[in-house]
């Protein structure tokens, strides 16, 4: 089992920057990947970004440019910089960790936090 708790959602104004952090714990070993989704209302829950163990990383092509995923491993903390915020933007982020053991893979929720784009 892994836990997740993230923070750094909030109100901003377009162009306007924020940072999400989301923190795992628990099973942390087995993490393959890490990542960022959306859900805006009425929409369905899209990837965001996302980065492997070995750094790879995967981009919505609406957010290329714009967004910057991260890492720190040393604290299993995953971060998403996100500059020149549009409206478009504004949905309720969540945190995914994806999980292998024994050849099942899991994934792993964070609770969601708001980002508001608006002026």
């Known amino acids: 089992q892994v836990q997740l708790v993230e923070s750094g959602g909030g109100l901003v104004q377009p162009g306007g920057s924020l940072r999400l952090s989301c923190t795992a714990s628990?099973?942390?070993?087995?993490?393959?990947?890490m990542g960022w989704y959306r859900q805006a209302p009425g929409k369905q829950r899209e990837l965001v970004a996302s980065?492997?163990?070995?750094?790879?990383?995967n981009y919505a092509d609406s957010v290329k440019g714009r967004f910057t995923i991260s890492r720190d491993n040393a604290k299993n903390t995953v971060y998403l910089q996100m500059v020149s915020l549009k409206p478009e933007d504004t949905a309720v982020y969540y945190c995914?960790?994806?999980?292998?053991?024994?050849?099942?893979?899991?994934?792993?929720w964070g609770q969601g936090t708001q980002v508001t784009v608006s002026s």
């Open positions: 995914n960790v994806r999980t292998i053991e024994r050849f099942e893979i899991s994934d792993y």
């Open positions: 980065i492997s163990n070995i750094g790879t990383t």
């Open positions: 628990g099973s942390i070993s087995n993490i393959i990947a």
